[in-house]
């Protein structure tokens, strides 16, 4: 089945860093265009793990996601890609994002100022993909009379975002948008409409993650994902996308249960219905039902979730690109 959007699958970093070859090898053989590896403090890191997923496949892209300017530097950033792209020509993209707050707290890291931080940072590596002397004075960072000697190269930048600001700041000065996962699809329709509002006839390429499974009877796959699911949406930032969902959920008493590490009440308030609206889950049919949703919603990139296991990855993406 030709299905009108590219595939990505999303891998979080905590599996063995031994099994990313054959997770990239069946992501391939099941029609993904890009592997997202997350980078996430404290786990394994992405450009050790894209460099293995590239040498273990022919052209999957690998997408290193989000790299926080706050924990690296947008030159090492740029470097990381940029090698990658030395050694694997036009299979890489550098997605930027502010990095997961409780980790970052965890590091010491603060976080001041984040849309000129993210601004600059998108500045800097452009500016260094290029090739050209670079001479960026700016707020945040400075860099002047270097360059990159892998330069020039054609790497896209994309950035994460979810706030109005910073998917503004995607659609005016980034090569693309992601949306997190466990967003519901009315909310990513909203959220793309102000990316594409600030691109200004720019075009921007739409990305977001969807966290998937796949059963008969959709049961059990509700359960695989449901703490992954809940974990998300306890944040109150989410407000807006529980709204525009249509789910009830009470999210004070969600992220009490969270705290109290009391999963049958976590289980309990992100019922069937949350899982519905801010997932794919169910039957194959049903899977690819919801991913047409969020093809419709904008996203021309839908980047499957949830999934680690190659024989799983390949069995999911075999049912999402079937005929019926």
Same mark, same amino acid.
């Given at each position: &089945?030709?299905?009108?959007?590219?595939?990505?699958?999303?891998?979080?970093?905590?599996?063995?860093?031994?099994?990313?070859?054959?997770?990239?090898?069946?992501?391939?053989?099941?029609?993904?265009?890009?592997?997202?590896?997350?980078?996430?403090?404290?786990?394994?890191?992405?450009?050790?793990?894209?460099?293995?997923?590239?040498?273990?496949?022919?052209?999957?892209?690998?997408?290193? &996601?989000? @790299?926080?300017?706050?924990?690296?530097?947008?030159?090492?950033?740029? &470097?990381?890609?940029?090698?990658? +792209?030395?050694?694997?020509?036009?299979? @890489?993209?550098?997605?930027?994002?502010?990095?997961?707050?409780?980790?970052?707290?965890?590091?010491?890291?603060?976080?001041?100022?984040?849309? $000129?931080?993210?601004?600059?940072?998108?500045?800097?590596?452009?500016?260094?993909?290029?090739?050209?002397?670079?001479?960026?004075?700016? +707020? @945040?960072? *400075?860099?002047?009379?270097?360059?990159? @000697?892998?330069?020039?190269?054609?790497?896209?930048?994309?950035?994460?975002?979810?706030?109005?600001?910073?998917?503004?700041?995607?659609?005016?000065?980034?090569?693309?948008?992601?949306?997190?996962?466990?967003?519901?699809?009315?909310?990513?329709?909203?959220?793309?409409?102000?990316?594409?509002?600030?691109?200004?006839?720019?075009?921007?390429?739409?990305?977001?993650?969807?966290?998937?499974?796949?059963?008969?009877?959709?049961?059990?796959?509700?359960?695989?994902?449901?703490?992954?699911?809940?974990?998300?949406?306890?944040?109150?930032?989410?407000?807006?996308?529980?709204?525009?969902?249509?789910?009830?959920?009470?999210?004070?008493?969600?992220?009490?249960?969270?705290?109290?590490? *009391?999963?049958? +009440?976590?289980?309990?308030?992100?019922?069937?219905?949350?899982?519905?609206?801010?997932?794919?889950?169910?039957?194959?049919?049903?899977?690819?039902?919801?991913?047409?949703?969020?093809?419709?919603?904008?996203?021309?990139?839908?980047?499957?979730?949830?999934?680690? +296991?190659? $024989?799983?990855?390949?069995?999911?993406?075999?049912?999402?690109?079937?005929? *019926?």
């Amino acid at each position: &089945m030709t299905i009108p959007f590219e595939l990505g699958l999303a891998i979080d970093g905590f599996t063995p860093a031994a099994d990313i070859a054959a997770q990239a090898r069946a992501a391939e053989a099941g029609g993904v265009d890009t592997l997202w590896i997350a980078t996430h403090l404290f786990l394994r890191d992405p450009v050790a793990l894209g460099a293995t997923a590239l040498a273990a496949t022919k052209t999957l892209k690998v997408a290193l &996601m989000a @790299v926080s300017p706050y924990a690296m530097h947008p030159v090492h950033a740029a &470097m990381g890609a940029a090698t990658l +792209d030395e050694l694997f020509p036009g299979r @890489v993209v550098l997605c930027l994002g502010v990095g997961a707050p409780g980790d970052q707290d965890a590091a010491g890291i603060e976080r001041p100022r984040p849309l $000129a931080t993210l601004r600059e940072a998108i500045a800097v590596c452009r500016a260094l993909f290029s090739g050209n002397t670079i001479d960026h004075q700016g +707020d @945040v960072f *400075n860099v002047t009379q270097r360059r990159l @000697v892998n330069a020039p190269c054609d790497i896209p930048i994309v950035l994460a975002a979810s706030g109005p600001k910073m998917l503004e700041l995607a659609g005016s000065d980034a090569d693309g948008v992601i949306i997190s996962g466990a967003t519901s699809a009315p909310f990513v329709e909203s959220c793309l409409a102000r990316v594409t509002a600030a691109a200004d006839g720019r075009k921007i390429k739409n990305s977001g993650i969807v966290y998937t499974g796949i059963d008969g009877d959709g049961k059990a796959g509700a359960d695989s994902l449901r703490r992954t699911l809940g974990f998300i949406l306890r944040g109150g930032h989410h407000a807006e996308n529980v709204r525009m969902g249509g789910a009830s959920l009470d999210q004070e008493a969600l992220r009490d249960a969270y705290a109290a590490e *009391n999963w049958d +009440d976590v289980d309990r308030f992100v019922t069937d219905d949350v899982v519905t609206r801010h997932a794919a889950c169910g039957d194959a049919a049903h899977v690819r039902a919801r991913l047409a949703e969020y093809n419709a919603a904008g996203l021309d990139h839908v980047i499957v979730s949830g999934i680690t +296991d190659p $024989a799983e990855i390949a069995a999911v993406l075999s049912a999402v690109t079937a005929d *019926n």
